[in-house]
């Protein structure tokens, strides 16, 4: 599998490839999101989610890839900090507002910054229509997250600070894509990175919300438990789709293309939790994906 997928770096199959990799991580990630904004805490349903991926990963990576190189052991360790910080933005920013509102801001604002980071670690080149394809994706969610924030009724005196720890995850967002896409491009099996990252990863969580763990009424443990399997394997599948869609295409392109999990979330909320769409809505999805066809075929 991993040799197959290195064939694939620079050739247009893996451009292809990469395109379907970033719309597999878009749809998964809006579940991912769904799945810590419920009935739980979202610290514990971050926690249950990380625990269970970490110990599901251990074995992988200690007894089936290949283990990491010297060199990856700095950048594990800077991983950790970088994802470490950003869990702890995107469970504040969850406590305090609507996900409707919340979930397109963090969204809207990473792959802008994730696109001129790209430039910048990476050295991509994109043309004006790339660019105006990005303007009219960030806009389109910003502005769904605008239109959102008119239904807020609760607590809408807690929405100015959700949404500045909204736009602190969303730079959070573009700076583990873009430091990950290093990561991985810096190991010879992908596979690496991606099995020793999760098992690293899941410790933080577990360890932090220990204390609410106990607090939690014994009642309550099934249910996380299942939420925490299913998420794990949809982390597996989210985020280990988009890096290896970062390995073989464009960062920013990979990382605009995600963003359309703004979409999706919104047809999970109007599918699961009832949410009305409505035209104002559905116009705003369409220019989203719009601005990412854009992206992905004006360059």
């Given at each position: 599998m991993?040799?197959w ?26 579940l991912?999101g ?16 990380d625990?269970?991926y970490?110990i ?13 190189e010297p ?11 970088i994802h ?6 995107q469970a504040?920013?969850?406590?305090r ?31 004006l ?6 303007a ?7 502005g769904?997250?605008?239109?959102n ?14 949404l ?13 894509t873009?430091?990950?896409?290093w990561g ?6 992908p ?11 899941g410790i933080?969580?577990p360890l ?49 293309l995600?963003?359309?999990s ?8 109007w599918?699961?939790?009832g ?17 990412a066809v ?6």
């Amino acid at each position: 599998m991993s040799d197959w997928l290195l064939s694939l770096e620079g050739t247009a199959q893996g451009e292809d490839v990469a395109l379907a990799l970033a719309l597999l991580a878009a749809f998964l990630h809006a579940l991912f999101g769904a799945l810590q904004k419920g009935r739980h805490d979202p610290w514990l349903s971050r926690a249950a989610i990380d625990a269970s991926y970490g110990i599901i990963a251990a074995p992988f990576a200690l007894f089936v890839v290949p283990w990491p190189e010297p060199h990856m052991w700095p950048i594990f360790l800077g991983a950790f900090v970088i994802h470490t910080i950003y869990k702890i933005l995107q469970a504040m920013t969850y406590t305090r507002g609507a996900y409707a509102v919340v979930y397109p801001v963090v969204r809207g604002t990473g792959p802008l910054f994730a696109v001129v980071a790209a430039g910048i670690v990476f050295g991509e080149i994109y043309t004006l229509w790339q660019w105006f394809g990005l303007a009219l994706l960030v806009a389109a969610i910003l502005g769904l997250a605008a239109w959102n924030l008119r239904t807020v009724t609760i607590d809408r005196d807690r929405m100015i600070p959700a949404l500045g720890f909204a736009v602190a995850t969303g730079a959070f967002v573009a700076l583990y894509t873009t430091y990950d896409a290093w990561g991985i491009r810096a190991t010879a099996d992908p596979f690496t990175f991606l099995a020793w990252f999760f098992m690293i990863d899941g410790i933080f969580m577990p360890l932090a919300t220990a204390r609410r763990w106990v607090r939690l009424p014994a009642s309550e443990f099934p249910a996380l438990l299942r939420r925490g399997i299913i998420g794990a394997f949809v982390a597996y599948f989210s985020f280990g789709a988009i890096m290896l869609a970062t390995r073989l295409d464009k960062v920013g392109e990979a990382a605009v293309l995600r963003e359309t999990s703004t979409v999706f979330a919104a047809l999970i909320a109007w599918l699961i939790l009832g949410d009305k769409v409505g035209p104002v809505r559905t116009a705003l999805m369409a220019l989203i994906a719009l601005g990412a066809v854009i992206m992905e075929f004006a360059g």
